[in-house]
């Protein structure tokens, strides 16, 4: 899971270790806390898993990039969607995640997964033709967020799509906290400063949406 404060590095936090790179995010827990919150039953039954990767519509040889990945939940259907000729960038700023993606990759026999180390304020991707870049109820944990997605609009293939997927305005785990809030319309206004459009709203969630953008 990614939660920045701009002006850290992960440079410093490789150097001081996990317990500086926790120092450095909003509401932060070790890797294997988050797990535990994250594949939590409940939790993972209401994410829709194999309905969001349906709605991305990828196509065998497609680069994706899952940004904070966390422990890795959809590294398994986005790659069997990509197909072994693709290849799905699993990004996270947070190491300790690494082990539970390759193992998950692995125990799949799936060989096109590849996890990426992101920074604060850049995903760091090693190719520039992503041509799908998921936010996965991840976004609302980004300080930067204007900031980072014109970072991100980088590394996206010129025909390629960005697409949230996040708790509409006054909704879910964190309505009470307004720093962790993400309505489409500051979306909208941070993406459209990126040079990106609107150009799917997927009906999945009575709580969620789902929005892809692509360059004007």
């Known amino acids: 899971m990614r939660i920045w404060r701009t002006a850290c590095s992960v440079a410093a936090a490789?150097?001081?270790?996990?317990?500086?790179?926790?120092?450095?995010?909003?509401?932060?827990?070790?890797?294997?806390?988050?797990?535990?919150?994250?594949e939590g039953p409940t939790r993972v039954a209401a994410l829709k898993i194999d309905e969001v990767v349906a709605s991305l519509r990828l196509r065998p040889g497609q680069t994706v990039a899952d940004i904070g990945a966390g422990s890795g939940l959809?590294?398994?259907?986005?790659?069997?969607?990509?197909?072994?000729?693709?290849?799905?960038?699993?990004?996270?700023?947070?190491?300790?995640?690494?082990?539970?993606i390759t193992k998950r990759a692995?125990?799949?026999?799936?060989?096109?997964?590849?996890?990426?180390?992101?920074?604060?304020?850049?995903?760091?991707?090693?190719?520039?033709s992503i041509d799908l870049a998921l936010f996965h109820d991840v976004l609302h944990h980004v300080e930067d967020r204007g900031g980072f997605l014109k970072t991100l609009t980088r590394y996206i293939a010129p025909a390629g799509r960005i697409v949230i997927v996040d708790y509409e305005g006054g909704q879910g785990?964190?309505?009470?906290?307004?720093?962790?809030?993400?309505?489409?319309?500051?979306?909208?206004?941070?993406?459209?400063?990126?040079?990106m459009k609107l150009?799917?709203?997927v009906k999945l969630f009575q709580d969620k949406y789902v929005l892809a953008y692509a360059r004007r």
Request: no cysteine.
């Open 199 to 201: 150009v799917d709203d």
């Open 74 to 100: 959809l590294e398994v259907p986005l790659a069997r969607a990509v197909g072994p000729k693709g290849r799905v960038y699993a990004e996270d700023i947070d190491a300790a995640f690494f082990p539970e």
């Open 173 to 195: 785990p964190h309505k009470d906290q307004p720093e962790l809030q993400v309505t489409r319309q500051q979306i909208a206004t941070w993406m459209a400063a990126a040079g």
């Open 14 to 38: 490789l150097v001081l270790g996990g317990a500086a790179l926790r120092a450095g995010q909003l509401a932060s827990r070790p890797a294997e806390e988050w797990t535990k919150t994250l």
């Open 106 to 128: 692995a125990d799949a026999k799936l060989t096109n997964v590849q996890t990426v180390l992101g920074t604060f304020t850049d995903p760091t991707l090693p190719v520039t």
